[in-house]
């Protein structure tokens, strides 16, 4: 089983910056890939950003330009750097994470999610 805890987020005002980071541990062979989505009030979950193999990223079109998501393969971690913050981005920012366990299993975990605001 693999668990995901977020952190990182908060509430920021119009323009500003938060980064968040999302840490995975338990049994797990190798990560093939670590995201982050978002769930706006009555939205659907929508993917925000993803880090694959040979660290390829692609991003929500929404995003792209002011979100920066990075890996570190060897802590297992996933970060998402978001610059000019708008008030649009306000959610509920989820970690996932895709691969497969020490027992050979393919996993597919989620974090709990982490508030991010964007308010003045």
């Known amino acids: 089983q693999v668990q995901l805890v977020e952190s990182g987020g908060g509430l920021v005002q119009p323009g500003g910056s938060l980064r968040l980071s999302c840490a995975a541990s338990?049994?797990?062979?190798?990560?093939?890939?670590m995201g982050w989505y978002r769930q706006a009030p009555g939205k659907e979950r929508e993917l925000v950003a993803i880090?694959?193999?040979?660290?390829?990223?692609n991003y929500a079109d929404s995003v792209k330009g002011r979100f920066t998501i990075s890996r570190d393969s060897v802590k297992n971690t996933v970060l998402l750097q978001m610059s000019s913050l708008k008030p649009e981005d306000t959610a509920v920012y989820y970690c996932?994470?895709?691969?497969?366990?020490?027992?050979?299993?393919?996993?597919?975990?989620w974090g709990r999610g982490t508030q991010v605001t964007v308010s003045s």
């Open positions: 996932n994470a895709r691969g497969y366990g020490s027992d050979s299993r393919s996993y597919d975990s």
């Open positions: 338990g049994s797990i062979f190798s990560i093939n890939a």
């Open positions: 880090i694959g193999g040979g660290d390829i990223t």
